[in-house]
């Protein structure tokens, strides 16, 4: 019998050139669609001629916002503040640590900076950003606008300074890592009940003013956010939702996903599900905010660049100009890179100065300085133990969420076979005879090159091997994996676990091209998760043989670690169902043998459903 082995790069029939499959060349792909997208958003703002025009888009953009982040919880508990120790002396003002609740039991950790003088106070809200240490980073600012007449609170992000998420006390640190590692954790899990890592930290900041306005030190009227980086977002975020706040001023964050989208592309809680593709950019938050006073402030080598941020400025220049108010828009450069250097710190103080009416001097002062552990709230500085993680508040929101009667198989239908103008190339190769085959096996591989069990089986018969898009991709070693192509796959309306299973199925295509009437899948780990969903919604798949998989993606909802969850995320998906009810979808017509399953730490996890076989060791 005639043997033909040979590797297929091709792609769907179509009048556009398709991409290559490799990560780089499904990245310029995945750009293609997101700069078509902002385009058709372009034109929209384009159409806005006027003042009531612009409050219509506001209000569109506002809901739209809402609607992507999944809403903001709906509590309206007690703060439960308390103020812990005595004061800080700062000279012209008091550190007062405290403590209040954003959700029940759900603890932030704030510094509060107070001036000495006697009276209501314009207050800031300070939210921090991805410095591990938390709201020490910010007592040079905080401490300089203090001085200057404002309160101002610094308070600790999730997953930073004293909310250390996964914190154990033997090593003094999070299991997890470093602060971003941390908000991909809870980014992934609250993707996967439709909903973005973003809502909760808004909900801080939205407490943090609760807060504030609760202080009898503090001027309700007068109320402004500032914050670099991640701080910087969160800035953004809540002056466009929250209508308290009166003047806003974020540092090194904003920019233009024109340029944001292949380069430094934000971390969860700065990417939501479907905002590119609901026709969304960052200048919308600013839009949202108009006629009120907004500064931008960027520096001349930061990674998220002046350029970038100049796209920003420009559109939101002539927003401004639709309500008269070109004066309150403005954009500023510092030196260096990413950071609040000098000039960029007192023209923060200055726009603060100038709109909340507080006279004086914007200059840049000396303030006292105390190293991080005395602005600690908590004795050992962490709330480890005294208040819930953010793994356990989405897993209560799951819970409360789950759809009874769900269509799954729909559901995965929409989003595998989701309609594409050009595909990607698919790495694809087989070794068997040319044609008339009755049985084939295929491997799904995260590598391109012939894995020593492709060999093997191919030995054994006809077989062919699969690499979905968008792989390989460099190393990961971290926890959340390949994040930034799941990341840029949702910000487009996309899902790449379903397009990889949806690669899988164009390999089926082949190999019924070639007669084979019994096509079995083999893939171990993440990919058995694509070929789950490849064969949960294909029958041509008659066996599907997958090996060190993940169980359950509810699974990951009960510890706040996992590893890789990024590639199998689909939005909402676990308020629908799990893993098991797509193995039902194939059982019994079809056959499903599942070794060694795992967990997200890919632990091998011993489960009496007969479904699940296990290997059996010896030396």
Request: overall charge neutral.
């Amino acid at each position: 019998m005639p043997i033909l082995t040979s590797t297929l790069i091709f792609a769907a029939a179509t009048a556009f050139a398709a991409q290559d499959s490799t990560s780089a060349g499904f990245l310029e792909w995945m750009d293609r669609i997101a700069q078509k997208q902002l385009d058709q958003r372009e034109a929209k703002i384009a159409s806005v001629r006027d003042a009531n025009q612009a409050r219509a888009r506001q209000a569109e953009a506002r809901a739209k916002i809402l609607q992507l982040i999944g809403g903001l919880p709906d509590y309206a508990g007690p703060l439960k503040a308390q103020t812990h120790g005595a004061p800080l002396d700062g000279g012209d003002y008091t550190i007062e640590r405290v403590t209040f609740e954003s959700l029940p039991d759900f603890l932030v950790t704030g510094n509060l900076f107070i001036p000495k003088k006697p009276g209501k106070h314009p207050a800031i809200l300070f939210p921090l950003g991805h410095w591990d240490q938390g709201k020490p980073a910010a007592q040079h600012m905080a401490g300089n606008l203090a001085a200057k007449g404002f309160v101002v609170l610094a308070y600790d992000p999730i997953g930073q300074g004293e909310r250390q998420q996964a914190f154990d006390a033997r090593a003094n640190r999070s299991l997890i890592g470093g602060s971003t590692e941390q908000h991909f954790m809870a980014g992934a899990n609250a993707i996967l009940i439709g909903q973005s890592f973003a809502r909760y930290r808004i909900w801080d900041a939205k407490r943090g003013i609760d807060y504030l306005v609760s202080r009898p030190e503090v001027d309700a009227e007068r109320i402004g956010v500032t914050g670099c980086s991640g701080g910087g977002t969160v800035t953004t975020y809540i002056s466009a939702l929250d209508p308290r706040v009166k003047v806003s001023a974020p540092a090194c964050y904003m920019n233009s996903f024109r340029l944001v989208f292949t380069g430094p592309v934000g971390d969860s809680e700065q990417s939501p599900l479907d905002f590119i593709s609901s026709g969304l950019d960052e200048t919308d938050y600013v839009e949202l905010f108009a006629p009120k006073p907004w500064l931008i402030s960027s520096t001349e080598l930061d990674f998220f660049t002046p350029a970038g941020a100049k796209i920003v400025y420009e559109e939101a220049k002539r927003w401004y100009n639709l309500f008269g108010a070109e004066d309150k828009i403005k954009w500023v450069v510092g030196p260096g890179g990413h950071g609040t250097p000098e000039k960029v710190r007192e023209e923060i103080y200055g726009w603060m100065m100038k709109w909340l009416n507080v006279p004086g001097s914007n200059k840049d002062a000396k303030v006292r300085m105390y190293p991080d552990h005395q602005l600690w709230v908590m004795p050992k500085g962490q709330v480890a133990g005294k208040s819930r993680e953010i793994y356990e508040v989405i897993r209560d929101e799951m819970n409360a969420k789950k759809v009874a009667n769900a269509d799954l198989q729909g559901y995965l239908k929409k989003w595998i076979y989701q309609p594409e103008e050009t595909s990607p190339t698919l790495h694809y190769q087989y070794e068997g005879p040319a044609g008339n085959i009755t049985k084939a096996t295929l491997i799904v591989q995260t590598m391109r090159e012939p894995s020593p069990q492709f060999k093997q089986l191919a030995a054994e018969g006809p077989t062919a091997l699969v690499t979905p898009r968008g792989l390989p991709v460099p190393g990961t070693p971290n926890l959340s994996g390949d994040w930034i192509a799941n990341t840029r796959s949702w910000l487009i309306g996309r899902n790449l676990p379903a397009m990889r299973a949806k690669d899988i199925l164009r390999a089926v295509d082949e190999l019924e091209k070639k007669g084979a009437k019994q096509i079995t899948v083999v893939a171990s780990d993440v990919p058995g998760i694509w070929a789950l969903l490849a064969a949960a919604v294909d029958p041509r798949i008659t066996e599907l043989q997958i090996e060190r998989t993940p169980y359950s993606v509810r699974a990951s909802f009960d510890s706040p670690m996992h590893r890789n969850l990024h590639d199998v995320v689909m939005p909402g998906f676990a308020l629908l169902g799990d893993y098991r009810d797509l193995v039902a979808m194939i059982q019994p017509s079809r056959k499903v043998v599942w070794k060694d399953p795992t967990d997200w730490m890919r632990n091998v996890v011993p489960l009496t459903d007969p479904l699940y076989t296990y290997s059996t060791y010896s030396h």
